[in-house]
Every structure is written in structure tokens, then in C-alpha cells.
């Protein structure tokens, strides 16, 4: 006969009632649930071995059954006291938390802030050649549309006017200096051959006359003198004897005396004539022996020496003086030249001075930096009285269509953008239309910082007329989806100490030790990330590293 169970399952409830507090479970169900468990327990072990116990016996004892020695014992057990210390069930662990792995979409969306960028733009720009000064006369204004050919700007040309008209009289000017430098040059190139054989002959001649005078002239200048001296002494004396056989003769004869006088005094005549020659001879042979003939004889050796020297000097100074000719010739082509280049140099800067619109578009001051318009000092610069710099973009005629949308993409996201990747752009001004916006070309390398410049094609409706370069907007993309992803909390996947590359995860298993598992995630959204290697739908991880 078995024993009855329930006096000692009823004693153990009881028993179990009266722990304190502070022995306890946390939760009041979990310790009754615990409690019953552990009566039932013994309950259960003593029904079995008083089972065993009489399967065991021979048959011959079954009369051994009607002694009950443990009915007799329980009812102590029930009326033990009640401050006697009864040992307490041991708590079950609460469960740990986890995350069941079940398939869920995952999508991974990717917001940028975008401009309104026109795709043909025609910077208006000054680039002269030599004017620096282009002081506004009247200039259209910002945002009003303009036809090809259309005058945008005029400047004033007061002083450029004046400026080309001093130009034309220089250029006049020079052009005489070059032809008068070309015919100097070109008529020296002929007569210097002609002037070294001129010199090469003076100066042969100049020693002849030398020579000449030296052995031939100065000799025979002085025998001349002296012959001259000579021949007046000579006509003196004779001269001297006829006066004297006239007068002899007149002393003899029987002429009449008128006659005689007449004779005589002719023949007196003669001889003063004679002295006076004599004496003009003999002072002209003085000074001419010991004057003239010295002097002219140093004269003609200095002229002579002179004459070589200059001639010498002709010879070396011909050629140089060509070479400066041909210099200055060329000094004057390129003068002309240059003020030729000045003046077509101005009259080229005066076509600025009324600038037209180089295509039908909406004039826009200033220009565009990657989409936003810097105007700078445009707006100042072209009032009326004022002055536009030089080689500046100050302003920039634009055709609204077609557009593009420019945008700037930091590192994180390259990934993420592929060529033809496809979005909805929300204009800033329009937050109630959606334009279809695709990826054309993103930047190979950052153009400021980490950022990378990419150019998006945007379809444009009637509805979005109002759109105008320069405007903004806001772009969605939802680079990656997945409808069925198994997912993890990001805090659930623990790096691996060995290999930073090596993610796992904790697999829960009830009835056993936490398992190690190694995963291959994907993608990561916020919080999430994707498993594609390591788990499987259903099975339960930890949320947090095991102790």
C-alpha cells in the first residue's frame, strides 16, 4: 500500500509560506511556482522508492503493508513548530534579455541638401588688353531676361576715345621715323662701299701730295724764290747799264735835248721800277724762305697726317655707323609696331565699352560657385557712376532650362551613391512638390575638406516653372532596401579580440551555456544592422556579453 502524499506536500506549502521576505523571489508568482516545484519534488522521490520498496518484497509479506509507520510520522512533521528553520528551494535565474532573429525590412534612406544649378551659364567678364577704367553708364538689372545681342552694359568712353586719337598721331609719327630710319639705312648700305674707296683714295692722295711737296713743291718754291731774287737783281743791273750807255750816248750826239730828256727819263724809271722790284723780291724771297715755306711745309705734313688720321677714322666709324642705321631702323619698326599693337590693343577695349548678352537668358549679378551665386560687389559696381574691375565675373546671363541639382557629399555616404541611383528632390520654396531627381556624376576626389561635388538630373513639369537657378531643395534616396533582412541590435555584435575584422554574437540556448557564434553582417541602419552569414530566423542571441 503506498504511502499518501499530500500531509508532506501541504507541510512543505506551509513551510514555504513562512520565509521571510528577504529569502524570497523577486516576483511573487515565480516563488510559488519555485515552492510547489520543490514539494512536489520529495513527494515524488518517496512515492517511488515506496513503490520499489514493495515490488521488492516476496508475496509471502504482503501482510506488511497494513503497518503504516509513515502515516504515523507525518502528522509531526505537520505539527512541528513554527519558528523552527526549514531550508529554503533555490531561485531560478531569471531568463537573460534576448533578441529572436526574424526576418524584418530594412531600408537605409539618405537625405542631402541640393541647389538648382543651370546647365548653361554665360559669364560676362572684362578682359581688356591695356584699359583699366570702365566706369558704369547704364547696366540692366538682376533677374530681367535679356535676347542675344542685347546691350547689358555700357560704359563710359570719353577718355578711351581720346586715348585711341593720341594713339593714331603717334602712330603717324612713327611711321615717318620708321621710313626716314629704313632710307637712311638703306642709302648708307650703298654709299659706305663708295665712301671706304673715296676715303682709301684721299688718303692715297694726301700722302702723294705729301710726298710731293716735301721732295718736289718745297724745293722748287724755294729755287723759284731764289730765281726771282735772282732775275730782280739782274733786270736792276741791267736796267743800271742802259741808263748809263744812255746817258754816254746822249753826251756824244747831237739829239735834241726835249729828246734826250724823254729818253733818260724813261730809262730812270725803269731803274726805280727795277730797285723797287728788287727790293719787293728780296723781302718776298725773305718771307718766303724763312716764313712761308716752314709754315707750309708743317702745314702740309699736319694736313697730311690729319687727312690719314680722319680717313682711318671713316674707315672704322662706316661700318658702325651702318650697324646704327640698321638699329635704329629696327628701333623704329618695332616702335611702330608696338604703337600700331596699343592702338588695336584700345580700339579692341573700346568694342567693351558696350557689352551685349551673349545668349537669351535672365541676367544674374555675380557668378556661380557650385551652384550658389556670389555677387559680391557686382551689385555696387554696376549702378550707374560706378566701376567694374578688370578680369572679374561680374555678372552672368543664365538659361533657366535645362537643370541639373548640385550637392555636396561627405565620405560616409560615397558608398551609398552609384551612378543612375534614383530620388525625389523637395524645392525649399515648394515643399508640396516632388521632382524625380537620378545621380549623373559624383567627384573622384573632395573638392573642400571631405566633401565630394555631385551632379544630379532632375525632371521638371509644368507644375515646376517657378523653379529658377540658385534655389534649393532637399533630396531623399533610398540606397539600399531589404523586405526580409535578419536584423540584429548593433549592441548585440562584439568585436573579436584576435581580429578586429571578426564579428559574433551570443546564441542563447535554454538548457546550456551561451554559444560564441561568428557572423558576417551588411548593412547597419541607426541601431540595426544586417546578418547575411552566422544566424538563422528563429534563433535567440543575447543583448548582452555573458558574464
Known amino acids: ?33 519555485e515552492a510547489a516545484a520543490a514539494a512536489e519534488e520529495p513527494a515524488t522521490e518517496e512515492a517511488a522508492d515506496d513503490e520499489k520498496a514493495d515490488n521488492d518484497k516476496p508475496p509471502a509479506e504482503e501482510p506488511a503493508e497494513t503497518e503504516e509507520p509513515a502515516d504515523e510520522e507525518e502528522p509531526a512533521d505537520e505539527e512541528a513548530p513554527a519558528d523552527e528553520e526549514a531550508p529554503a528551494p533555490k531561485p531560478t535565474e531569471p531568463k537573460p534579455d534576448t533578441h529572436k532573429i526574424a526576418p524584418e525590412p530594412l531600408v537605409v534612406k539618405l537625405s542631402l541638401d541640393g541647389v538648382f544649378e543651370a546647365q548653361r551659364m554665360h559669364e560676362v567678364v572684362l578682359r581688356p588688353e591695356t584699359w583699366s577704367t570702365f566706369k558704369v553708364v547704364e547696366a540692366v538689372e538682376h533677374g530681367e531676361r535679356v535676347d542675344e545681342g542685347q546691350v547689358v552694359v555700357r560704359f563710359e568712353t570719353d577718355d578711351i576715345d581720346r586715348a585711341i586719337a593720341d594713339l593714331q598721331r603717334d602712330r603717324k609719327l612713327g611711321e615717318l621715323t620708321f621710313k626716314t630710319a629704313q632710307l637712311e639705312m638703306e642709302t648708307l648700305e650703298q654709299l659706305i662701299p663708295l665712301n671706304q674707296a673715296s676715303v682709301e683714295r684721299q688718303r692715297a692722295h694726301t700722302k702723294e701730295d705729301r710726298e710731293y711737296y716735301l721732295e718736289v713743291e718745297a724745293p722748287l718754291s724755294r729755287r723759284t724764290a731764289d ?51 728788287l727790293e719787293r723780291t728780296e723781302i718776298r724771297h725773305e718771307r718766303t724762305v724763312e716764313v712761308e715755306l716752314p709754315r707750309r711745309e708743317v702745314s702740309v705734313k699736319q694736313r697730311a697726317e690729319r687727312d690719314i688720321l680722319e680717313s682711318e677714322l671713316l674707315l672704322a666709324t662706316l661700318p658702325l655707323r651702318l650697324e646704327q642705321a640698321r638699329t635704329e631702323f629696327e628701333k623704329a619698326k618695332v616702335a611702330r609696331e608696338r604703337s600700331e599693337e596699343r592702338l588695336a590693343d584700345l580700339e579692341a577695349d573700346r568694342e567693351l565699352m558696350t557689352l551685349k548678352a551673349p545668349s537669351e537668358g535672365v541676367v544674374y549679378y555675380g557668378r556661380s560657385v557650385d551652384g550658389a551665386w556670389r555677387r559680391g560687389a557686382s551689385a555696387e559696381a554696376l549702378r550707374t557712376g560706378g566701376t567694374v574691375p578688370a578680369n572679374d565675373v561680374f555678372m552672368t546671363v543664365v538659361e533657366p532650362r535645362p537643370l541639373v541639382v548640385r550637392s555636396s557629399v561627405v565620405e560616409r555616404h560615397l558608398a551609398d551613391l552609384t551612378r543612375g541611383l534614383q530620388g525625389t528632390a523637395t524645392p525649399a520654396a515648394f515643399p508640396d512638390l516632388k521632382l524625380p531627381v537620378r545621380l549623373d556624376r559624383i567627384a573622384d576626389v573632395p573638392d573642400a ?81 544586417e546578418v547575411l552569414e552566422g544566424l538563422e530566423e528563429g534563433d535567440e542571441i543575447l543583448t548582452e556579453a555573458p558574464d
Open 449 to 529: 575638406g571631405t566633401k565630394f561635388a555631385a551632379v544630379f538630373r532632375v525632371e521638371l513639369d509644368l507644375e515646376a516653372d517657378p523653379i529658377m537657378p540658385g534655389m534649393t531643395c532637399e533630396m531623399e534616396f533610398t540606397p539600399y532596401r531589404q523586405r526580409g533582412a535578419l536584423v540584429v541590435p548593433t549592441n548585440a555584435v562584439f568585436p573579436d579580440e584576435w581580429d578586429p575584422q571578426k564579428r559574433y554574437v551570443w546564441l542563447y540556448r535554454e538548457d546550456a551555456e551561451p554559444q560564441r557564434r561568428t557572423v558576417m553582417l551588411g548593412r547597419e541602419v541607426d541601431d540595426k544592422a
Open 1 to 33: 500500500m503506498k504511502a499518501p502524499i499530500w500531509p508532506l506536500s501541504l507541510a512543505l506549502l506551509l513551510l514555504s509560506l513562512m520565509i521571510p521576505p528577504a529569502l524570497a523571489s523577486p516576483t511573487g508568482e515565480a516563488a510559488d511556482e
Open 227 to 277: 730765281a726771282m731774287l735772282k732775275q730782280a737783281r739782274q733786270t736792276l743791273e741791267y736796267q743800271r747799264e742802259e741808263l748809263e750807255q744812255l746817258e754816254k750816248m746822249y753826251r756824244a750826239d747831237e739829239l735834241t735835248e726835249e729828246t734826250e730828256e724823254i729818253v733818260l727819263r724813261r730809262a730812270r724809271h725803269a731803274v726805280e721800277r727795277a730797285e723797287f722790284l
